[in-house]
Antibody, heavy 122, light 113 residues
């Protein structure tokens, strides 16, 4: 069974950098899937942040692209998110997810972590 | 970017009755090369991550009860719960995976009447 688990600070100061890690078990991040980050502000809907493939190829949401970096550590079977210059608008539950590779798309999310609430506040 | 719009925002249905949720995309998400609609439905219960229910607009994910069904093509889609059960209380999201960035609808909250 594929499992994902987010970890990282639950509180980040404004203008700081949000850093999260997603540990994957039951599957190799070197497999033929993509690995994604999705966030959900409290009481709101879902926003895709970006994704990474084991080749190192990344795609980001244009609305966040200037502030986001997604990376992976194959030796630890985990991938990470860094979001710079955060504001209160970045307060959200952050999910990591697996992007199933299907015909012409990698953006179908079949396994999700439980999510981690990150609050941006001083 | 493709925008996904769901209706209604919420609905209350009696146990055993049918629940219907609509989803409209701002452009067609039917890929003509393979005749597939790049539309998924997710269920999110309070305090839990979204769960994939349906993809290709009408294919149930493994283990999803057959009371959940999806239909539609092009830019108009529907999720139907044929006989609402108590455990179906949740927020349901549609999502297009046709192009980057993938987009979700705003969600539809399903409650028991």
């Amino acid at each position: 069974q594929v499992q994902l688990q987010e970890s990282g600070p639950g509180l980040v100061e404004p203008s700081g950098t949000l850093s999260l890690t997603c540990a994957v078990s039951g599957a190799s991040i070197s497999s033929n899937n993509w690995w994604d980050w999705v966030r959900q502000p409290p009481g709101e809907g879902l926003q895709w942040i970006g994704e990474i493939y084991h080749s190192g190829t990344t795609y980001y949401n244009p609305s966040l692209k200037s502030r986001v970096t997604i990376s992976m550590d194959e030796s630890k079977n985990q991938f990470s998110l860094r979001l710079r210059s955060v504001t209160a608008a970045d307060t959200a539950v952050y999910y990591c997810a697996r992007g199933r590779l299907v015909d012409r798309s990698s953006l179908l999310f079949d396994y999700w972590g439980q999510g981690i609430l990150v609050t941006v506040s001083s | 970017d493709i925008v996904m719009t769901q209706s209604p925002d919420s609905l209350a249905v009696s146990l055993g009755e049918r629940a219907t949720i609509n989803c409209k995309s701002s452009q067609s998400i039917l890929h003509t090369s393979n005749n597939k609609n790049y539309l998924a439905w997710y269920q999110q219960k309070p305090g839990q991550p979204p769960k994939l229910l349906i993809y290709w607009a009408s294919t149930r994910e493994s283990g999803v009860p057959d009371r959940f069904s999806g239909s539609g093509s092009g830019a108009d889609f529907t999720l139907t719960i044929s006989s609402l059960q108590a455990e179906d209380v949740a927020v349901y999201y549609c999502q297009q995976y046709y192009t980057t960035p993938p987009a979700f609808g705003q969600g539809t909250k399903v409650e028991i009447k």
